[in-house]
């Protein structure tokens, strides 16, 4: 009987295994190593297991016995990682809880150690004499590995106290951040933002202050304040920099950045040294992306930039530095570059303009105001007032209708530039009829009524000319909400041209023929 369930514990095993490997191979690849290391268990196991069969035949001495408590030890083994590599590699992932390799390092080392006491003590082994060895031993060891068992217990204390996790960014005391890749026995492994790895002692790790990015206790979410620094002149109100900027950063989300608490600007400082005639401006966001700092940053640069410089608001640049000169300089052909001569041609790259003699394109020149949107931002919402159109020079921008909360709304329309948009408020003075949305960069200036009146009261012709693609667009838009087919287009297409005909003449006090 002895015999027969002997020889069934190895096929189990053998079961066991074959079945782990299969859903390890299936479920978690990684984990591979640890079947493994059962495997190799299972087989010395079955090796010394049949040597102590072989060495009971030939002889009746102490050798059999030996290998026999060697087999069981070996089993025993070989049950405790098959168990480990079910619990930690299988289960516990399976219903989502992670657990760090220490934890099932020392689950396995503790029953090993119990497995062996517990099967040497009932080959009738003295125990009291082994433990006794064993504590001089570790002594000895203990001495002679100090700083390693620091490193081993800092490793421990840090699983058992919870205050790192594996996904965590954390700052070190020399500055240098990166994300908790792996917490061993000896070292935690960080992963900084450059591809490089950090290998930080556990000893020192716990000895030291580290800072967690953007995390308090109880609190799920993960978001880490920055700061942007720009100065701007006393010249222009802080009111008017800070409403820019605030209404900048919120019009529409960005991606890594928190949109609560929205992004902010603020007054942070004023002239600093009594020599700078400037105020110092700090944008204040909170990124939710800490991998990708440097896009978000990027980001927000950006979007302060464009609309400062959509605003009129030129950033200041220190009086003092030996780079005014060249600062200058460089100023100056940029005002160039955006003058009149591109202010000219934006004019008349729109059929809508072209046909108008050079004097009555240079006045509209005159009232250009440049005004360029980075990718993704609104440019402008259904149902605003605005008396004014923008020239699309260069990029394209989105037409959407029917956004609410959170929902961008369906593409009507997709304008590339050389074109225009924002003409229905410009010419019958109704409210947006659509949210436009830069889709890539937008190179655009900005036409006031007060210039476009100096034009079109001398030539009510372009009322004529544009009320037909007024009355297209508008259709565009009544087809994508309502769904019209192309017979009710046509008729509607009719009936809106006149329409806007009408309140273009009354907007501006036109008398047209027709
Ligand atoms: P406005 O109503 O002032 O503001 C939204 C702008 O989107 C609108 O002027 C047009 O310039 C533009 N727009 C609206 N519908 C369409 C469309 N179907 N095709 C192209 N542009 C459109």
Redesign the pocket.
């Known amino acids: 009987m002895e015999a027969f369930e002997g020889a069934w514990t190895p096929l189990v095993l053998l079961a066991g295994i074959v079945l782990v490997a299969f859903l390890v191979r299936e479920i978690a690849p990684e984990k591979r190593h640890h079947v493994r290391r059962a495997a190799v268990l299972f087989g010395l196991y079955v090796a010394v297991q049949a040597a102590s069969m072989v060495a009971a035949q030939l002889s009746t001495g102490r050798a059999p016995r030996v290998l026999h408590v060697i087999a069981q030890i070996l089993e025993a083994f070989s049950v405790v990682n098959l168990l480990a590599i079910s619990i930690f590699d299988l289960a516990l992932p399976a219903v989502k809880i992670r657990v760090v390799s220490i934890t099932s390092d020392l689950a396995v080392g503790i029953s090993y150690a119990i497995a062996t006491i517990g099967i040497l003590g009932s080959a009738g082994m003295d125990l009291s004499s082994m433990v006794a060895t064993s504590a001089v031993v570790s002594g000895i060891i203990a001495l002679s590995l100090q700083a390693t068992l620091g490193n081993i217990l800092g490793g421990i204390a840090l699983h058992l106290d919870g205050s790192i996790h594996v996904g965590d960014w954390v700052q070190l005391t020399n500055g240098r951040q990166g994300k908790v890749k792996a917490i061993r026995w000896r070292h935690t492994v960080l992963e900084t933002r450059d591809w490089d790895t950090i290998v930080v002692p556990n000893a020192s790790l716990l000895a030291s202050e580290i800072i967690i990015l953007g995390k308090r206790e109880g609190q799920p979410v993960v978001q880490h304040r920055m700061s942007l620094n720009f100065g701007v002149d006393h010249r222009f109100p802080p009111q008017k920099v800070i409403e820019t900027v605030n209404a900048a950063l919120r019009a529409s989300p960005f991606e890594g950045i928190a949109a609560e608490p929205p992004p902010h600007c603020l007054l942070h400082d004023l002239a600093k040294d009594g020599r700078d005639s400037f105020g110092y401006y700090l944008v204040r966001y909170w990124l939710i992306d800490i991998d990708r700092d440097d896009l978000a940053n990027s980001r927000v640069r950006t979007r302060v930039i464009s609309a400062l410089e959509r605003a009129g608001i030129p950033l200041a640049r220190p009086e003092t530095t030996v780079f005014l000169a060249r600062d200058a300089e460089i100023g100056k052909e940029r005002r160039a570059a955006h003058g009149v001569e591109r202010r000219l041609n934006a004019i008349a790259s729109l059929e809508l303009f072209d046909r108008l003699p050079t004097e009555q394109q240079r006045i509209l020149a005159d009232h250009l105001r440049y005004a360029p949107f980075n990718a993704g931002e609104v440019i ?1 919402r ?1 149902g605003e007032k ?1 008396e004014w ?1 923008y020239i699309l020079v260069s990029g394209k921008v989105e ?1 959407r209708t029917g956004a609410s909360n959170g929902d961008a709304g369906r593409v ?2 997709t ?1 590339e530039g050389p074109t ?7 010419m019958t003075g ?5 949210d ?1 949305v830069a889709a890539t960069e937008a190179e655009t200036y900005l036409l006031h009524r007060t210039g476009f009146e100096l034009v079109i009261l001398p030539h009510p012709e372009i009322a004529q000319q544009v009320s037909e693609t007024l009355a ?6 009544l087809a ?1 909400r309502e769904g019209l087919d192309e017979d009710a287009k046509k008729v509607r297409q009719a009936s809106e041209q006149e329409r806007i005909l009408g309140r273009i003449k009354e907007f501006f006090g036109l008398d047209l023929q027709g």
């Open positions: 402008m259904a605005a159109m037409i009507v329309a304008l225009f948009f924002g003409e229905m408020g410009l109704e409210p947006r009829s659509a436009v297209r667009r508008r259709v565009g838009l994508a």
